[in-house]
Nanobody, 115 residues
Framework: QVQLVESGGGLVQAGGSLRLSCAASGFIFSINVMGWYRQAPGKQRELVAAIAGGGVANYADSVKGRFTISRDNAKNTVYLQMNSLKPEDTAVYYC?????????WGQGTQVTVYS
């Protein structure tokens, strides 16, 4: 079955960096679009970044120039490098993919940025 397992969240001061990882299994990783979403308290879940199998990426305007999504198809893993973090980046971050028209989510990892 499809499994997505995130890691790498934590508590960081504003201006700092974190790197999230998502280990995937149960589907053909190399051809799937992988995404990172986040959900802050009281807000809707939003797309942060997504990357196609060949490496083409897109980003939310709020993170452009600060976050970088990447993937290692040999390791079935997608990453989110987050630099210049701001308190408004505080949220639970989720890994996402779609397999046979069904959305799959990881369990989420908490990122907390303090000023």
């Amino acid at each position: 079955q499809v499994q997505l397992v995130e890691s790498g969240g934590g508590l960081v001061q504003a201006g700092g960096s974190l790197r999230l990882s998502c280990a995937a299994s149960g589907f053909i990783f190399s051809i799937n679009v992988m995404g990172w979403y986040r959900q802050a308290p009281g807000k809707q879940r939003e797309l942060v970044a997504a990357i196609a199998g060949g490496g083409v990426a897109n980003y939310a305007d709020s993170v452009k120039g600060r976050f970088t999504i990447s993937r290692d198809n040999a390791k079935n893993t997608v990453y989110l490098q987050m630099n210049s973090l701001k308190p408004e980046d505080t949220a639970v971050y989720y890994c996402n993919t779609k397999v046979r028209l069904r959305n799959y989510w990881g369990q989420g990892t908490q990122v907390t940025v303090y000023s």
